[in-house]
Structures are given as structure tokens and as C-alpha cells.
């Protein structure tokens, strides 16, 4: 059962971030969280599973961005790719049910634990996808499907533009969690974008309540037109001769 201190100690956490929630979303995101220190315990999950590293660093991380109304619209589709334990997509699943949530992830160890959280708590809105995002992109069934494509702390924006363009539909948006140095990506991001049917990235400011100092931001790229056939490159390419290099 559920630490009834836990669930209190998010919901301080969530009055503080101000941002639009589902009312069972403390209870949801303290339960999630005690599955994700049990997994923890036997499967490498994340390095940061204790609540107090976690709380700020990955949930309220995720959340921030609901701030900014335009990045999540209600009923958006919405595919976070390289998922990892779950951030951000699991926890925007959980605070905005409208929010229809692919968690996509290339390691199978990380999707078990995925599924035994969505079917912990009840999630209709959320499913899992195993596979590498060059290959998924590459599937009629998830190529150019999406109203926002994110990730968080996956790669440089060059790479993310690659990896996330391509499934976010004509008119959506590839969404990029970032820290400080976000603003030494954006030539390189913008000019890969504009390879792959994006424009130019935006850099927008988030706020962690309980952590001041952080100079957190989403980087946004707006999806314009199709993404050419030929990308995503193969299995690894878009790391190893990142797009947009001058």
C-alpha cells in the first residue's frame, strides 16, 4: 500500500508547481514511484531512484513544462522516446488522462517495468512500444502520428531533431527536456531541423519550484512539413554523423 507521507509529500510538491493535475495525481505518482524503488533494488533503472534525489530531478522535472499551456493541448497524442523508467511521459499520463501517452524504449527490461505501472494503476491512456526510435519512425503506424514527439535527457537537440521529427505530424511539435547549456545547441538543432521538415528551435524557460537555481528549459521545434523518406537514418547513425554539423 501506498506511504499516505509519500503521496502528501508530492501533493506539496504539485500545489507548489502550479500546474493543471488530475486529483489523484499525488497518489498515482507516490505509488509510481515505489514501484520504480523496488524495480530499482534488482533492474538499473535510473541512478537517482531515492525520493529524495527523484522528487525534483525527475517528477516535477517532468511536469514543469504544463506550465507553458501551448506544449501539451488537451487530447494531444503525444510519443516520449527513450522513455528510460518512465520521464517524463508516465508522469504527464498521470497528471493529464486526456493526454493519449506512447512510451517508447529500445531496452526490454525498462518496458516490463513500464507495463507493470501502467497496470498498477489502471492507465488507459498510456501503452508501451519496444524498439529503437530510427526503426519505429520508419513504421506507417507511428511515423508522422503524433501531436508532440519528446525526450528528456537523451541526446544533443542535432540528434532529438532526427530521432523526433519524424514522428510528430505536420503541425505538431518535437518537444526536448533540457538543462543549461540548451542555448549552445540551438544553430546546431535548427539546422538539422530544417533537414527533417522542422523550423527553428525555441528555447522556453521552466521553473522547479523547490529548486530556484536549476536554469531548466523545452526546447520546441515546430513540425512544418513531411519528413523526407530517407530519415531517420539507420540504427545509430543519427549519433554517430549527427545532421545539421556546419
Not at 537517482?48 to 530531478?57: E, G, H, I, N, V
Not at 511539435?173 to 540548451?182: F, L, N, R, S
Request: glycine share 6%.
Amino acid at each position: 500500500m501506498t506511504r499516505p507521507e509519500t503521496t502528501a509529500l508530492f501533493q506539496r510538491r504539485l500545489d507548489g508547481l502550479a500546474v493543471p493535475c488530475d486529483p489523484r495525481t499525488a497518489r498515482r505518482l507516490a505509488t509510481y514511484h515505489e514501484l520504480l524503488e523496488e524495480w530499482n533494488a534488482r533492474v538499473n533503472l535510473t541512478a537517482d531512484a531515492a525520493l529524495d534525489a527523484a522528487l525534483d530531478r525527475h517528477y516535477m522535472d517532468s511536469l514543469a513544462p504544463l506550465a507553458l499551456p501551448e506544449l501539451m493541448p488537451a487530447g494531444a497524442k503525444v510519443i516520449d522516446v527513450g522513455s528510460g523508467a518512465g520521464f517524463p511521459g508516465l508522469p504527464l499520463a498521470i497528471a493529464r488522462p486526456d493526454l493519449d501517452v506512447l512510451l517508447l524504449d529500445s531496452l526490454a527490461k525498462r518496458v516490463r517495468f513500464l507495463d507493470a505501472v501502467i497496470a498498477a494503476l489502471a492507465l488507459p491512456n498510456v501503452r508501451t512500444l519496444h524498439a529503437r526510435a530510427e526503426d519505429a519512425a520508419r513504421d506507417p503506424a507511428y511515423r508522422e502520428r503524433f501531436d508532440v514527439a519528446a525526450a528528456r535527457a537523451v541526446a544533443a537537440a542535432p540528434v532529438l531533431m532526427e530521432l523526433l521529427l519524424p514522428f510528430a505530424r505536420v503541425g505538431g511539435k518535437a518537444v526536448c527536456y533540457k538543462g543549461p547549456a540548451a542555448a549552445e545547441e540551438l544553430r546546431a538543432g535548427s539546422r538539422a531541423a530544417s533537414l527533417l521538415g522542422g523550423g527553428a528551435l525555441r528555447a522556453l524557460p521552466v521553473t522547479v519550484p523547490e529548486q530556484p537555481e536549476w536554469r531548466h528549459c523545452v526546447l520546441v521545434c515546430q513540425k512544418r512539413r513531411q519528413t523526407a523518406r530517407q530519415y531517420p537514418r539507420r540504427a545509430g547513425e543519427p549519433a554517430r554523423a549527427p545532421l545539421g554539423a556546419e
